[in-house]
């Protein structure tokens, strides 16, 4: 009997003390909820220390649009897994992809954009020792599919509106790039592109930058052929920026979907797929020493 | 009110004799470890990956942000990512790791998972027989004998349940953090955790939000997820008092809390779906600042729903123990 009792304090009081407990737990949680500015707040912040990374392997961070994120390659590799894997071949020492930061649809105001605020964008190219980089695509012909309405959303939704103009490329592509637009962009579209390798220099000038040229995807069209002479432009005013920083280089990939352009290009006639990128990272590769 | 303590005691000590609570314990004690070391696998595959959560965290987002230009993915789950984006670039741009492995994140994260679900169910394994168990075995005629008022004998097992999910969802709160601290360490009681997001579709008000110690956002979670669990147990007493067997008991709330969990995830176009029980017991998810699963559900809406249903499931319990004819 007397164990009894003890053993019926020691529950009884536990749960108790644990009830009132709860339900205090509660009582805060709904005022903080209910009135969040009254809350207590943590006024100094511990945060974690910086880890910073290895020396011994060679970083990467890949940013850009769906080139880079590999859109159009069935396998999901894209030209950044098969550059990495390259390398380490090349290299014989581990090369570690830090982050794809790529996403569908990105135009290079919005990069801009990103690299000044995003602390994150920010953090990954500051430790990277390669930039790998597409960017400008999205410019050019989004011009050309006449669509500005996305401009006054805030990134977020802009990305992915344009994204979804991406989704049927080949069929809006043919009823409305019209060259006289592309052209027109070309100006602000290169502006916009020199303001991003300078950005990619201020936060670490020593990482090398890999600027991967634009192609035509429309080369085969005979009407949009000559957006060809469009893409090389882009190239050369790219060229204008890169030329004069020793730690960046464009690598080209407009002359592979000329005459390969049926073996190279994915089927929504755009991006490229597998064999495609494949090219695109052998240049990388052969590029870099 | 001298005559309820005994009474109280009474039905502790029947409980505990019954070791219906040492089944609960044994539940959590095989669990628990198993989702620590699912986590630990995670963090270690993560740690193979990423060098810095900062670069891991920015991955995230940018992989979010990818799955929202697809056109396969259903609007509302863009608007969770949405809303997610916003909030994972608010710890980025602060600083602040918002999963971090260590013993009391687990807890937290453990206690969140298990609020819809988990919890229920532990609480059910006290519940669902405390009348209907002894009206199978028989044992309801001894104590409807006894010269005391049928609603005192049924309060003093509503307080015997309330004291025994207290502490089932402190059983719950101290393994998981002693098991996963056995993994992950003991620490991460101070760690800042953001609280006060408001949601405004598929935008994040962020002007509200302030950082917490997580050792006051834990307190805040399992209060929480006491008040779930204490719905699930008034209306297990209903139905305990409701139906004589213990399997149908048991199986008639999980057949209701799961058909909630189901709901929860398909019905944010069938609005009346919030005024069911099941559907309002993620509080937890106001805590987070997570869109809630229909539209126009809040904080005080969930407790009021949850709150309307375990005083109703109380006053059944005792007008029909009260009157039915017991000994049968």
């Known amino acids: 009997m007397n164990r009894g009792n003890a053993l019926w304090r020691l529950i009884g009081i536990t749960a108790l003390l644990t009830t009132i407990v709860f339900i205090c737990g509660f009582g805060f949680a709904m005022n903080d909820i209910l009135n969040p500015r009254q809350a207590p707040s943590l006024s100094d912040i511990d945060t974690t220390d910086h880890a910073y990374v290895k020396d011994d392997v060679i970083h990467i961070t890949a940013l850009g649009d769906s080139l880079t994120k590999g859109t159009g390659d069935s396998t999901g590799e894209g030209y950044v897994k098969q550059t990495i894997k390259l390398m380490e071949g090349k290299y014989d020492k581990p090369v570690q992809l830090l982050n794809n930061l790529a996403i569908n649809g990105m135009r290079a105001d919005q990069l801009v954009q990103k690299l000044k605020s995003d602390k994150g964008y920010r953090l990954a190219v500051s430790e990277a020792d390669i930039v790998l980089l597409t960017i400008g695509g999205n410019d050019l012909f989004r011009f050309a599919r006449g669509g500005n309405a996305a401009d006054e959303q805030d990134s977020n939704t802009a990305v992915e509106s344009d994204a979804k103009d991406n989704a049927q490329p080949e069929s809006r592509a043919e009823e409305q790039i019209s060259l006289e637009e592309v052209k027109m962009n070309m100006d602000k579209g290169a502006d916009l592109l020199r303001r991003t390798l300078e950005l990619l220099n201020d936060l670490n000038p020593d990482a090398r930058i890999v600027y991967v040229g634009l192609y035509n995807p429309f080369y085969d069209i005979p009407e949009l052929r000559d957006g060809s002479l469009q893409v090389q432009d882009w190239n050369r005013s790219a060229y204008d920026v890169i030329h004069q920083h020793p730690n960046m280089m464009l690598v080209p990939t407009s002359d592979l979907f000329e005459e390969n352009i049926s073996r190279y290009i994915s089927s929504d006639h755009f991006h490229p797929n597998h064999e495609g990128y494949a090219a695109i990272a052998q240049r990388i590769v052969q590029a870099i020493d | ?328």
């Open chain 2, 1 to 328: 009110m001298s005559s309820l303590l005994p009474l109280v005691r009474n039905e502790t000590m029947k409980v505990w004799k019954k070791k219906r609570f040492f089944v609960v314990i044994l539940v959590l004690l095989v669990l628990i470890p198993v989702f620590t070391y699912a986590q630990m696998k995670i963090a270690l595959n993560n740690r193979d990956k990423f060098d810095d959560w900062r670069l891991q965290l920015q991955q995230k987002i940018t992989d979010y942000q990818n799955q929202l230009s697809s056109e396969r993915i259903p609007e509302e789950w863009k608007q969770y990512r949405r809303i997610a984006v916003q909030q994972l670039q608010y710890y980025l741009d602060h600083d602040v790791n918002p999963d971090s492995p260590n013993a009391v994140t687990f807890s937290r994260g453990f206690v969140e998972a298990a609020i819809t679900m988990f919890i229920p169910l532990l609480v059910l394994a006290v519940a669902s027989d405390l009348v209907s168990g002894e009206r199978s075995t028989g044992t309801i005629k001894m104590l409807l004998t006894r010269p005391v008022r049928r609603w005192k004998i049924l309060l003093s097992k509503l307080i015997a349940l309330t004291l025994y999910v207290s502490l089932t969802l402190l059983a719950t709160v101290v393994l998981s953090y002693l098991i996963a601290g056995i993994f992950f360490g003991y620490g991460g009681w101070t760690l800042p955790v953001f609280t006060g997001f408001v949601i405004h579709g598929s935008d994040v008000d962020s002007s509200a939000v302030h950082a917490v110690p997580q050792w006051f956002y834990l307190f805040m979670v399992t209060g929480l997820s006491w008040l779930s669990a204490m719905t699930i147990a008034c209306l297990a007493l209903m139905v305990s008092v409701l139906v004589r067997s213990t399997a149908a008991s048991i199986v008639t709330m999980m057949a209701a809390i799961i058909a909630g969990s189901i709901l929860t995830n398909m019905a944010s176009s069938w609005h009346t779906a919030k005024y069911i029980f099941s559907v309002n017991l993620d509080l937890t998810n106001y805590l987070a600042g997570s869109p809630p699963p229909i539209e126009g559900m809040s904080l005080l809406f969930s407790v009021c729903v949850l709150a309307v249903w375990a005083v109703a499931a109380i006053i059944v319990s005792f007008s029909v123990f009260t009157k039915q004819d017991m000994l049968n």
